[in-house]
């Protein structure tokens, strides 16, 4: 709709609509910029110019002539009315600019958030790998000889040639002591270099005239012994032997039936008259101790009568003693008697069958030695002897030597290649006998003690592999079993197994506690990330990157699928996976606290912040 009025009514129309003051140009200044020149030519007041009343109340826009294009007015007229239709204006245009503005940007929204954002996560192809059935253990390790070098001898330590934690070869000397025994020694040895020389020296001495007459003596000896076993026994030492053996038997028979009898009945007899003696003097005892209770005897009568009662007690256990001691004698002497009968008919029995071949055979050997050793001397020393006692005075000049070198300095040598430990001795201290000098350990093998469980007796075997472990719990050494006892501990229920492990570095101690991992079997399966799993209701999940089914454009090409697995035993930070899953499929290992079945992912490159919180997350 147009207005037929002219802009000076426009104008006061607006100004009714909002009355205002009027105000003095320099005034208006203070609001709006106004041109300084027009300040300075317009110094009267603005005329309000007034509008119609149903032109006012229209809230439809209003068409206003151009500027340019509005009559002049005869008369010189105010320019504020065409500043502020100017000023009403440009507000007017902002507001419907500014509206259009935000209508295109709400219309723009829904649109933006319909197009799908994939969530970064990170993914790991599924792997076939090998599968361990382990068990871990904490356990020390032992070494195969250790021990405490002790010197041989007493005496002071002169020199040290190692120090703690050095590595010393079999043979190789580790101290050097003085010894004080050696003296002893030395001096046995020098008894020994004498006689040997004394010997030497009667030798080449020749044999002496009264040595040959005893030689030929028992010769003569030798040969009569032999002549008397070859004629027989005469018939007067077979008359004797017999009368021996008579009175054997007349021994034994007084024995059995004699005097000994005779003395055990007395024996017997003084038994019974010491038991009859103690009865009596107990019944009197007793019968004064009552007395003595009611005042009717004195305490000496009392004392008197416990006297006599002890004697006779005593009395009684001696008789007792006397007939069991002579009850031994006599079958001792039985026992005696009877072993010189059965020999005195032995010898009568010899002397009529004559003498035996084994008899005759050892005199004949005894007449032959006597005559070689005559033979001997008569013809001097051989040879041969002078030489063997030659050799015994070097021997023994030889022993002389040695310990004199030994008395001088006595050196402690290694038993066995291995490492040096603890020297808790310096030069200059004495050593005694059990005193240790160092300590010496051979640790290039060690073994690790294992205590097995009883019920993995069936799959323990010897060459099993063995991993040692360190706090990271990755495998540092490798052994195998090799050693498992036949005896199972009866307090733990455990059986003790050994697992030998290389050491050439050293780095392993002996006595050292480690973590070690009996590996029982390894079979090929499929482990995954731990961080890769989910729990929910009591079921594990993994997710899995998949194609969607009905892909769109601008749509990120992959999904993540929640699939149910079954796991195995943790291994490390990985969890073997029983069934669920396949080599080659894909799974998120990171991201996943943000990820719902079917929500589109984006597979991030290393460095790129997979696993990061999500906007929604950073708000909550």
């Given amino acids: 709709m147009s207005y037929s009025k002219s802009p000076e009514s426009v104008v006061e129309a607006e100004e009714q609509k909002s009355p205002t003051p009027q105000l003095h140009p320099r005034d208006a200044d203070s609001d709006r910029p106004q041109d300084s020149a027009t300040v300075v030519d317009r110094p009267e007041a603005v005329a309000k110019p007034e509008l119609h009343p149903t032109d006012a109340d229209s809230d439809r826009p209003q068409d206003f002539p151009p500027i340019a294009d ?78 405490e070098i002790k010197p041989e001898a007493e005496g002071l330590v002169t020199e040290i040639f190692v120090k703690s934690g050095d590595f010393i070869n079999k043979g190789q000397a580790i101290a050097r002591i003085k010894s004080d025994s050696a003296q002893a020694d030395l001096r046995q040895s020098q008894a020994n270099l004498i006689r040997a020389q004394s010997h030497l020296a009667e030798l ?105 009662a002890g004697t006779a007690k005593a009395n009684l256990r001696e008789a007792q003693r006397r007939f069991e001691q002579r009850q031994k004698n006599r079958q001792a002497e039985i026992e005696r008697r009877t072993a010189a009968l059965q020999q005195q008919r032995q010898a009568l029995r010899q ?114 592999p063995v991993q040692m472990l360190d706090a990271q719990g990755k495998a540092i050494a490798q052994g195998q079993i090799s050693f498992i006892s036949p005896n199972v ?13 290389p050491n050439p570095s050293g780095e392993l101690l002996n006595l050292q506690f480690v973590k070690a991992k009996v590996i029982w079997k390894q079979n090929p399966g499929i482990l995954v990330p731990v961080t890769a799993v989910t729990r929910l209701g009591g079921e ?21 699928r929640q699939k149910s697995v079954k796991l195995g035993a943790i291994e490390g930070n990985n969890y073997q996976v029983i069934e669920g899953l396949k080599a080659g499929e894909k799974i998120v290992t990171a991201g996943i606290l943000n990820l719902t079945d079917g929500v589109p992912i984006m597979a991030q490159e290393e460095g790129q912040g997979a696993g990061k919180k999500s906007p929604v997350e950073s708000k909550k």
Avoid at 219 to 244: D, H, M, T, Y
Avoid at 260 to 273: C, D, H, K, P, S
Wanted: aromatic share 4%; charged share 20%.
């Fill in 70 to 147: 509005r009559p002049q007015p005869g008369k010189p007229r105010s320019r504020w009315p065409l500043i502020a239709a100017l000023a009403i204006a440009t507000g007017a245009a902002g507001f419907g600019w500014y509206s259009w503005q935000s209508g295109q940007n709400r219309a723009q929204q829904p649109a933006a958030a319909a197009q799908p954002k994939g969530i970064p996560v990170k993914l790991a192809a599924v792997q076939t790998s090998s599968v361990q059935d382990a068990s871990e253990f904490v356990s020390s390790l032992e070494a195969k000889r250790s021990v």
């Fill in 540 to 560: 594990t999940f993994v997710f899995t990157a998949q194609k969607p089914e009905q892909p769109k454009p601008g749509m990120p090409p992959l999904v993540a």
């Fill in 489 to 501: 501990s009866a307090n733990s229920q455990t059986i003790l197994a050994k697992a030998t492990f």
């Fill in 351 to 464: 002397l009529q069958n004559g003498s035996r071949p084994e008899e005759i055979a050892k005199a004949e050997a005894e007449v032959a030695q006597a005559k070689s050793r005559l033979a001997q001397l008569a013809n001097g020393t051989r040879q041969e002897q002078l030489d063997q006692a030659q050799a015994q005075v070097a021997e023994a000049a030889a022993q002389v030597r040695g310990f004199e070198v030994q008395l001088q300095e006595t050196a402690v040598i290694a038993p066995f290649a291995g490492v040096i430990g603890d020297i808790p001795v310096k030069v200059g201290d004495y050593l005694k006998k059990g005193d240790a000098i160092a300590t010496l350990t051979e640790n290039q093998v060690l073994d690790l003690r294992l205590s097995i469980p009883l019920e993995r007796q069936p799959q323990l075997r010897l060459g099993l």
């Fill in 204 to 308: 080449q001495a020749g044999t002496r005239p009264e040595e040959i007459a005893q030689a030929q003596a028992q010769v003569a000896q030798a040969q009569a012994n032999l002549a008397q076993l070859r004629s027989g026994s005469r018939p007067e030492e077979i008359g004797q032997a017999q009368a021996r053996v008579s009175q054997a038997e007349a021994d034994l028979a007084d024995a059995q039936t004699g005097s000994l009898l005779e003395e055990i009945a007395q024996a017997r007899a003084q038994i019974e008259a010491s038991t009859a003696e103690a009865k009596l003097a107990s019944q009197q005892l007793a019968r004064y101790q009552a007395l003595a209770k009611e005042g009717a005897e004195s305490a000496n009568t009392l004392e008197e009568y416990t006297q006599k």
